[in-house]
Protein backbone atom coordinates (compact mmCIF):
# COMPACT_ATOMS: atom_id res chain seq x y z
CA UNK A 1 0.00 0.00 0.00
CA UNK A 2 0.99 3.46 -0.77
CA UNK A 3 1.77 5.64 2.21
CA UNK A 4 -0.26 8.43 0.48
CA UNK A 5 -2.99 8.40 -1.65
CA UNK A 6 -1.99 8.72 -5.35
CA UNK A 7 -4.61 11.44 -5.72
CA UNK A 8 -3.34 12.70 -2.39
CA UNK A 9 -5.30 13.88 0.74
CA UNK A 10 -4.72 17.46 -0.44
CA UNK A 11 -6.58 17.17 -3.74
CA UNK A 12 -8.92 14.03 -3.56
CA UNK A 13 -11.77 15.58 -2.45
CA UNK A 14 -11.91 18.11 -5.42
CA UNK A 15 -11.03 15.31 -8.11
CA UNK A 16 -14.53 13.66 -6.50
CA UNK A 17 -16.21 17.28 -6.61
CA UNK A 18 -15.54 17.21 -10.60
CA UNK A 19 -18.70 15.18 -11.06
CA UNK A 20 -20.73 18.09 -9.51
CA UNK A 21 -19.81 20.31 -12.47
CA UNK A 22 -22.92 20.02 -15.21
CA UNK A 23 -20.70 21.05 -18.16
CA UNK A 24 -18.56 17.85 -19.35
CA UNK A 25 -16.09 20.53 -21.23
CA UNK A 26 -15.54 21.98 -17.71
CA UNK A 27 -15.59 18.85 -15.93
CA UNK A 28 -12.32 17.68 -18.16
CA UNK A 29 -10.87 21.56 -17.74
CA UNK A 30 -11.21 21.11 -13.81
CA UNK A 31 -9.33 17.71 -14.56
CA UNK A 32 -6.50 18.98 -16.20
CA UNK A 33 -5.74 21.54 -13.97
CA UNK A 34 -5.68 18.84 -11.36
CA UNK A 35 -3.75 16.65 -13.00
CA UNK A 36 -1.01 19.68 -13.42
CA UNK A 37 -1.53 20.48 -9.76
CA UNK A 38 -0.69 17.27 -8.41
CA UNK A 39 3.02 16.74 -7.14
CA UNK A 40 5.44 15.00 -10.04
CA UNK A 41 5.82 11.60 -8.42
CA UNK A 42 2.12 11.08 -7.98
CA UNK A 43 1.33 13.05 -11.57
CA UNK A 44 3.89 10.64 -13.12
CA UNK A 45 2.25 7.59 -11.46
CA UNK A 46 -0.72 8.41 -12.17
CA UNK A 47 -0.10 8.57 -15.92
CA UNK A 48 1.53 5.26 -15.89
CA UNK A 49 -1.59 3.38 -14.31
CA UNK A 50 -3.95 5.06 -16.57
CA UNK A 51 -1.58 3.64 -19.65
CA UNK A 52 -1.35 0.18 -18.33
CA UNK A 53 -5.51 0.23 -17.21
CA UNK A 54 -5.59 1.66 -21.21
CA UNK A 55 -3.89 -1.64 -22.74
CA UNK A 56 -6.17 -3.84 -20.32
CA UNK A 57 -8.96 -2.31 -21.91
CA UNK A 58 -7.70 -2.97 -25.37
CA UNK A 59 -7.92 -6.96 -24.43
CA UNK A 60 -11.72 -6.35 -23.42
CA UNK A 61 -12.38 -9.24 -26.05
CA UNK A 62 -10.42 -11.92 -24.24
CA UNK A 63 -10.72 -10.47 -20.60
CA UNK A 64 -14.29 -8.82 -20.48
CA UNK A 65 -12.38 -5.59 -18.74
CA UNK A 66 -13.93 -2.74 -20.65
CA UNK A 67 -13.94 0.98 -19.37
CA UNK A 68 -17.03 1.22 -17.12
CA UNK A 69 -15.49 -2.15 -15.69
CA UNK A 70 -12.08 -0.97 -15.25
CA UNK A 71 -12.92 2.42 -13.83
CA UNK A 72 -15.53 0.63 -10.98
CA UNK A 73 -12.62 -1.86 -9.67
CA UNK A 74 -10.38 1.07 -9.98
CA UNK A 75 -12.48 4.21 -8.21
CA UNK A 76 -12.16 2.53 -4.70
CA UNK A 77 -8.50 2.37 -4.99
CA UNK A 78 -8.13 6.22 -5.78
CA UNK A 79 -10.69 7.57 -3.60
CA UNK A 80 -10.42 6.12 -0.26
CA UNK A 81 -13.45 6.08 1.73
CA UNK A 82 -13.78 7.64 4.97
CA UNK A 83 -17.17 6.85 5.97
CA UNK A 84 -18.73 4.04 8.14
CA UNK A 85 -17.67 0.53 6.82
CA UNK A 86 -20.71 -0.81 8.49
CA UNK A 87 -23.00 0.75 6.23
CA UNK A 88 -22.88 3.25 3.58
CA UNK A 89 -25.36 6.72 3.48
CA UNK A 90 -26.80 7.52 0.57
CA UNK A 91 -25.17 10.45 -0.54
CA UNK A 92 -22.13 7.97 0.12
CA UNK A 93 -23.25 5.90 -2.60
CA UNK A 94 -24.18 8.43 -4.90
CA UNK A 95 -20.66 9.83 -4.10
CA UNK A 96 -19.12 6.76 -4.79
CA UNK A 97 -21.20 6.24 -8.38
CA UNK A 98 -19.44 9.64 -9.09
CA UNK A 99 -16.03 8.90 -8.41
CA UNK A 100 -15.77 5.96 -11.08
CA UNK A 101 -17.24 8.76 -13.39
CA UNK A 102 -14.17 10.53 -12.76
CA UNK A 103 -11.89 7.66 -13.19
CA UNK A 104 -13.84 6.44 -16.38
CA UNK A 105 -13.03 10.42 -17.56
CA UNK A 106 -9.36 9.98 -16.55
CA UNK A 107 -8.64 7.08 -18.40
CA UNK A 108 -10.81 7.86 -21.77
CA UNK A 109 -8.87 11.48 -21.92
CA UNK A 110 -5.84 10.95 -20.17
CA UNK A 111 -3.73 11.72 -23.59
CA UNK A 112 -5.28 15.21 -23.19
CA UNK A 113 -4.89 15.54 -19.07
CA UNK A 114 -1.44 16.46 -19.15
CA UNK A 115 -0.93 19.15 -21.17
CA UNK A 116 -0.73 22.46 -20.43
CA UNK A 117 -3.80 24.18 -21.40
CA UNK A 118 -3.94 26.95 -24.28
CA UNK A 119 -5.65 29.21 -22.55
CA UNK A 120 -2.54 29.22 -19.56
CA UNK A 121 0.36 29.57 -22.32
CA UNK A 122 -1.70 32.14 -23.80
CA UNK A 123 -1.49 33.92 -20.31
CA UNK A 124 2.01 33.51 -19.47
CA UNK A 125 2.74 35.17 -22.78
CA UNK A 126 0.56 38.28 -22.17
CA UNK A 127 2.36 38.49 -18.24
CA UNK A 128 5.64 38.35 -20.22
CA UNK A 129 4.62 40.71 -22.54
CA UNK A 130 3.44 43.22 -19.90
CA UNK A 131 6.69 42.33 -18.07
CA UNK A 132 8.84 43.53 -21.01
CA UNK A 133 7.35 46.42 -22.05
CA UNK A 134 7.91 47.69 -17.87
CA UNK A 135 11.70 46.70 -17.81
CA UNK A 136 11.59 48.98 -21.88
CA UNK A 137 10.13 52.09 -19.34
CA UNK A 138 12.31 51.78 -16.06
CA UNK A 139 14.21 55.30 -15.76
CA UNK A 140 17.63 56.38 -17.05
CA UNK A 141 19.89 55.32 -14.28
CA UNK A 142 18.52 51.84 -14.08
CA UNK A 143 19.39 51.53 -17.97
CA UNK A 144 22.47 52.81 -17.42
CA UNK A 145 23.32 50.47 -14.83
CA UNK A 146 22.16 47.40 -16.90
CA UNK A 147 24.21 48.45 -19.92
CA UNK A 148 26.90 48.45 -17.70
CA UNK A 149 26.45 44.64 -16.75
CA UNK A 150 25.35 43.50 -20.32
CA UNK A 151 29.30 42.34 -20.89
CA UNK A 152 28.62 40.02 -17.99
CA UNK A 153 28.03 36.56 -19.78
CA UNK A 154 25.51 35.67 -16.47
CA UNK A 155 23.29 38.70 -18.00
CA UNK A 156 22.97 37.02 -21.29
CA UNK A 157 19.41 36.23 -22.44
CA UNK A 158 18.44 35.65 -26.20
CA UNK A 159 16.90 38.47 -27.80
CA UNK A 160 15.99 37.57 -31.62
CA UNK A 161 15.10 41.14 -32.86
CA UNK A 162 18.15 43.20 -32.00
CA UNK A 163 18.23 47.12 -32.68
CA UNK A 164 21.15 46.46 -34.57
CA UNK A 165 19.26 44.88 -37.42
CA UNK A 166 19.33 45.80 -40.98
CA UNK A 167 16.83 46.25 -43.28
CA UNK A 168 17.92 43.05 -45.03
CA UNK A 169 17.69 41.46 -41.89
CA UNK A 170 14.16 42.70 -40.78
CA UNK A 171 12.86 42.02 -44.47
CA UNK A 172 14.35 38.62 -44.70
CA UNK A 173 12.08 38.19 -41.21
CA UNK A 174 9.23 39.41 -42.48
CA UNK A 175 9.68 37.29 -45.96
CA UNK A 176 10.74 33.81 -43.59
CA UNK A 177 7.34 34.88 -41.54
CA UNK A 178 4.84 35.08 -44.43
CA UNK A 179 6.31 31.68 -46.12
CA UNK A 180 6.28 30.21 -42.63
CA UNK A 181 9.82 29.67 -42.10
CA UNK A 182 11.58 28.98 -39.26
CA UNK A 183 15.59 29.11 -38.43
CA UNK A 184 16.60 26.08 -35.74
CA UNK A 185 19.72 26.59 -34.21
CA UNK A 186 22.13 23.33 -32.20
CA UNK A 187 24.30 24.84 -30.12
CA UNK A 188 25.52 21.75 -28.96
CA UNK A 189 26.01 20.55 -32.42
CA UNK A 190 28.64 21.68 -35.42
CA UNK A 191 25.46 22.87 -37.41
CA UNK A 192 25.27 26.72 -36.98
CA UNK A 193 21.67 26.48 -37.77
CA UNK A 194 18.72 25.10 -40.46
CA UNK A 195 15.97 27.24 -42.01
CA UNK A 196 12.66 24.86 -42.27
CA UNK A 197 9.42 25.32 -44.12
CA UNK A 198 6.55 24.62 -41.83
CA UNK A 199 3.13 22.80 -42.72
CA UNK A 200 0.11 22.96 -41.45
CA UNK A 201 1.23 19.31 -39.83
CA UNK A 202 4.89 19.95 -39.07
CA UNK A 203 5.13 18.58 -35.21
CA UNK A 204 8.37 19.51 -32.88
CA UNK A 205 9.11 15.71 -33.44
CA UNK A 206 9.68 16.64 -36.71
CA UNK A 207 12.33 19.12 -36.49
CA UNK A 208 14.14 17.04 -34.00
CA UNK A 209 14.15 14.31 -36.09
CA UNK A 210 15.69 15.50 -38.76
CA UNK A 211 18.38 17.10 -36.46
CA UNK A 212 19.05 13.95 -34.87
CA UNK A 213 19.22 11.98 -38.54
CA UNK A 214 21.73 14.70 -39.40
CA UNK A 215 24.58 14.19 -36.64
CA UNK A 216 27.26 12.60 -36.50
CA UNK A 217 26.68 10.06 -33.97
CA UNK A 218 23.58 8.88 -36.03
CA UNK A 219 25.45 8.65 -38.94
CA UNK A 220 27.87 6.42 -37.82
CA UNK A 221 25.23 4.01 -36.09
CA UNK A 222 23.80 3.89 -39.23
CA UNK A 223 26.93 2.92 -40.66
CA UNK A 224 26.99 0.14 -38.45
CA UNK A 225 23.82 -0.94 -38.57
CA UNK A 226 23.37 -0.16 -34.51
CA UNK A 227 20.20 1.74 -35.46
CA UNK A 228 16.82 0.70 -33.89
CA UNK A 229 14.83 -1.29 -36.30
CA UNK A 230 11.71 1.98 -35.59
CA UNK A 231 14.46 5.08 -36.32
CA UNK A 232 12.92 5.50 -39.86
CA UNK A 233 9.34 5.33 -38.28
CA UNK A 234 7.31 7.92 -36.50
CA UNK A 235 8.56 8.25 -32.76
CA UNK A 236 5.91 7.43 -29.91
CA UNK A 237 6.26 9.67 -26.69
CA UNK A 238 9.47 12.42 -26.04
CA UNK A 239 12.46 10.73 -27.36
CA UNK A 240 14.43 11.72 -30.53
CA UNK A 241 16.11 9.01 -32.62
CA UNK A 242 19.55 9.68 -31.63
CA UNK A 243 18.93 8.39 -27.69
CA UNK A 244 20.52 11.86 -26.81
CA UNK A 245 17.33 13.34 -25.16
CA UNK A 246 17.24 16.25 -27.84
CA UNK A 247 14.24 18.94 -27.23
CA UNK A 248 12.99 21.77 -28.95
CA UNK A 249 13.20 24.96 -27.35
CA UNK A 250 10.70 28.33 -28.07
CA UNK A 251 13.27 30.99 -26.70
CA UNK A 252 12.42 34.90 -26.97
CA UNK A 253 9.57 36.66 -27.88
CA UNK A 254 6.82 36.85 -25.91
CA UNK A 255 7.86 33.73 -23.73
CA UNK A 256 10.94 33.06 -21.81
CA UNK A 257 11.59 29.84 -22.73
CA UNK A 258 10.03 26.64 -23.04
CA UNK A 259 10.94 23.46 -24.10
CA UNK A 260 8.03 21.85 -26.29
CA UNK A 261 6.32 18.93 -26.19
CA UNK A 262 6.84 16.50 -29.41
CA UNK A 263 3.25 16.49 -30.20
CA UNK A 264 3.60 20.80 -30.73
CA UNK A 265 2.21 22.11 -33.57
CA UNK A 266 4.87 24.50 -34.99
CA UNK A 267 3.33 26.38 -37.77
CA UNK A 268 0.25 27.59 -35.43
CA UNK A 269 3.12 28.44 -32.29
CA UNK A 270 5.14 30.43 -34.90
CA UNK A 271 2.23 32.50 -35.68
CA UNK A 272 1.29 33.13 -31.73
CA UNK A 273 5.27 34.21 -31.70
CA UNK A 274 6.89 35.44 -34.59
CA UNK A 275 9.44 36.87 -32.68
CA UNK A 276 10.89 33.54 -31.24
CA UNK A 277 13.87 31.83 -31.34
CA UNK A 278 13.73 27.93 -32.06
CA UNK A 279 16.65 26.54 -30.29
CA UNK A 280 17.30 22.21 -29.93
CA UNK A 281 19.59 21.19 -26.66
CA UNK A 282 19.27 18.64 -24.46
CA UNK A 283 17.29 18.42 -21.81
CA UNK A 284 19.10 17.92 -18.49
Known amino acids: ELPFPLLTYE???????????????????????????????????????????????????????????????????LFLSTGNKSGASLREVEMAKGTINIVRMLIKYHSILWTVPSFMVRQVRFLYEVEQSE???????????????????????????????????????????????????????????MALQLSKNTKARDVVDKFCKATTKYKEAWKQNTVPANAGRPQQGNKCPCGDNHFLYEVGGNIGERCLDMETNLLQLSRLNPRAEWVIKIKS
Open 135 to 193: KSKEPKGKKRKAKRGASDPTMYHVNPMKKSQSLEDLDRIEHEFENHIIRVKAPSSNKVG
Open 11 to 77: YQPTFASVEEIPDRVQQLQALNLLVLLLPVAHRDTLRLLLLFLCRIIAKQKENKMDLNNVAMIMAPN
